[in-house]
């Protein structure tokens, strides 16, 4: 096996550096967070960075670099309170990465990259119209990580929208019936194939797959 | 498409809704975290909130429930400040799965599930040795986030060890070819196959795939 040492990695080109410590983490989640601001642009912008926080209250959490491409996401996060996060999928998953280019505050993304837009009574953020599996959050906490000058930004689930084929018996969403795609580092798309669900984990039994 | 307000939510039965919530994320990443005791205790337990919070410095982060079974591994942390991360593959997963089992503190859940553990200079926690991509992290911060009592907790990577085959030339590590699951919702794991890697998004002109 290759090892890397602290002292190797502090003199790692940078972006060798970053490719290779953006593919530690595993397989991450794709997003579409969209946003609109207080005079009604639009923004929308692909993170690999959300994941579930709890599930009563329902709450989900993202990291944000304030500093970065997404502030615009931040900036009407913070005016609004409102946001959409919106799972890409197989049909669209190009578009989705082309958000993340650095457009200038007045170009929305919805229109260069071809995605649509749609709304729902009572939710002020514009959904992504080709997602199979979205829902609404309101703002609850923004924690900042001083170590690096990040933000992880909490929302509560307030509506969702998923395609009714999708939800199982017992609650579970068939995500990979949807599409819906997976990266690894900064870059990289996959599609996924199920191995099993397992049942509950208990001491001194085998789990049953599903 | 099937909607759900904040009302269906909030009245749903409790194992429904924690099977829907946590497949909203997206595909999670599938991790095993080593740790051991000042006593010489050791503990493996899987993961699916592990995330990139930074490459330089490096930084990872994961979610734990300090009063759920997950409480032995943060305690260990907090005694030895050591830790280590190791993604579950295509060879083991039902034996990760089978870690999250509630067992007595001094039952090691590496005996139990047949897993393997293997030491390296200099590193207190130990690693699981069928992983073929792990890291060693000294602990750096843990953020309360007081909405739900769960904690965040960062560490610093120190050590990587990885399959030489996987490393590509641009420092992405090539975790498919690794067999790297993914998992969704609460015990569905997946394999994944890569759609493409895309270029840095510009403005104005399409990704290129390679």
Redesign the interface.
Known sequence: ??????ND?TS?E??????????????????LIGTIDNQGQTNVAIF??????????????F?IRPHSVDRHTLENIEQTQSYT?N??G?KF??AA????????KN?CEFE?TGLSKTFIDGIKAPFVAES??K?ALTL??I?P????N?L?V?GE????????SA??D???????SLG???I?????????????????????Q??V?F
Chains 1, 2 share one sequence.
């Open positions: 096996m290759k090892s890397f040492t602290q990695l790692m940078s972006r060798y550096r970053a490719q290779l410590i953006n593919s530690l983490s595993g397989f991450k989640s794709a997003n690999s960075s959300v994941f579930h926080l709890g599930a009563s209250p329902a709450l989900t959490g990291i996060i799972q890409v197989q998953w190009p990465h082309q958000t993340s280019a650095r457009y200038a170009e260069q199979l599996l829902y609850k906490e924690v990580i001083t170590l690096n990040t992880m909490i689930i307030t509506n969702i929208l998923c395609e009714d939800i199982t017992d609650g579970y969403i068939d995500i990979e819906t795609v997976a690894s580092g900064l870059d990289s798309y996959h599609e996924s194939q199920r191995l099993s669900r397992l049942s509950y984990a208990k001491p001194h085998l789990p797959h």
